[in-house]
């Protein structure tokens, strides 16, 4: 069975947190790529950036139904995830747009598992770590590949 290290993109572009979202979206572009690993000055994976979080940069902020009680306010979503959403529509940083503690596989993660968790979860990219290094990202391209005779 194929594993995360047979179908891997190994020349792995990574961001940092302090990158501004203008160059990380620049990235994504030039390079056709769903996400971007973000890695610590050391190499440590702290975080993926991808696509819909720059998106959501452009998006319309949902103000919250609020409705009142016996005189008190009473939101009808968490002013936790609006205050999240606030700040990835005005980050400026990878830090204030990214996931942090992404979900990653390993390099001998078999390519089953992987389909599983980029379809279950909508992932469309997923790094590839080991001891803690990004040393490899499986996009949805490449399990696509393995579908072609060669």
């Known amino acids: ?52 979080d720059l998106i959501s940069q452009q998006k319309k902020l949902n103000v919250p139904t609020l409705f009142t009680v016996l005189d008190g306010i009473i939101p009808m979503r968490s002013m936790s995830d609006l205050d999240a959403e606030m700040r990835k529509i005005a980050a400026s940083k990878v830090s204030e747009a990214m996931t942090s503690a992404p979900t990653t596989v390993r390099p001998t993660t078999p390519i089953d598992e992987i389909a599983s968790l980029m379809v279950d979860n909508q992932y469309h990219s997923l790094p590839v770590v080991e001891n803690g290094q990004v040393v490899g990202i499986v996009g949805k391209e490449d399990i696509l590949k393995t579908l072609i005779p060669g």
């Open 1 to 52: 069975m194929l594993t995360a290290r047979d179908i891997m993109s190994t020349n792995v572009i990574t961001v940092t947190p302090e990158t501004d979202i203008p160059t990380a979206a620049r990235l994504m572009v030039d390079n056709k790529f769903n996400g971007l690993p973000v890695v610590s000055k050391d190499g440590t994976l702290v975080g993926i950036i991808c696509q819909s």
